[in-house]
């Protein structure tokens, strides 16, 4: 039973334009999403956050949004550079669940020079 | 300051076999998490240590799986009698309490 879901398992994007990567739950008890960025042969590496009781976050070229009605949050990136390019891992928390992350199965993200 | 670290970084071994992987968390970091990654999947919770307090080990597949935590420093999951399922790459992260967790990165184990 997934509770993170992340639909595309790959996405190419040329340089400068637009990167969406999706991710749904189901569990309404989450109260915090996360973004990790995983390059090969490296752990994860925390991206960016927000908050369950937020609609928007953003940090430079990241911005990640959430509708909780719908269960879904996506994360944005623009401009795409090449060194985007990695596995993006969507998680989501219960802070009264050991703070345990539960993630998505990631998405491949291609940025073409 | 040093990152979260792991050994080995990897590790191939033979069905029946039982193995030992160790991971050292950010000084002052009280938290410590264990995952894997299967291939092709996301990565699945295993266990969680925070301070003295009993360690949630609800994510564990199997009793073949334990974990050990000294203190807030070093942590070391076992595998007893290593099964190919097995297979799969062994993250683990720290955190100062509710805070981000921060990952090594893993130790990739091969059972044959």
């Known amino acids: 039973d997934q509770q993170v879901k992340q639909n595309s398992p790959s996405l190419s994007v040329q340089e400068g334009r637009i990167s969406i990567l999706n991710c749904d739950y189901t569990?309404?008890?989450?109260?915090?999403f996360l973004w990790y960025k995983k390059y090969p042969a490296e752990g994860p590496t925390f991206l960016i956050s927000?908050?369950?009781?937020?609609d928007k976050n953003e940090d430079g070229r990241f911005t990640v949004f959430l509708n909780k009605s719908a269960k879904h949050l996506s994360l944005h990136i623009v401009p795409s550079q090449p060194g985007d390019s990695a596995v993006y891992f969507c998680a989501a928390v219960r802070m009264d669940s050991s703070y345990k992350l539960i993630f998505g199965s990631g998405t491949r993200l291609l940025v073409r020079p | 300051g040093a990152g979260v670290s792991q050994s080995p970084s990897n590790k191939v071994t033979e069905k029946g076999k039982d193995v030992e992987l160790r991971c050292d968390p950010i000084s002052g970091h009280t938290a410590l998490y264990w995952y894997r990654q299967r291939l092709g999947q996301g990565l699945e919770f295993l266990i969680y240590?925070?301070?003295?307090?009993?360690?949630?080990k609800s994510g564990l597949p199997s009793d073949r799986f334990s974990a050990e935590r000294t203190g807030e420093s070093v942590s070391t999951l076992t595998i007893q009698r290593t099964q190919q399922e097995d297979s799969a790459v062994y993250l683990c992260a720290s955190s100062r309490v509710a805070d981000t967790q921060y990952f090594g990165p893993g130790t990739r184990l091969t059972v044959l």
């Open positions: 569990n309404s008890m989450f109260d915090y």
């Open positions: 927000i908050s369950s009781i937020k």
């Open positions: 240590f925070q301070g003295n307090s009993a360690p949630d």
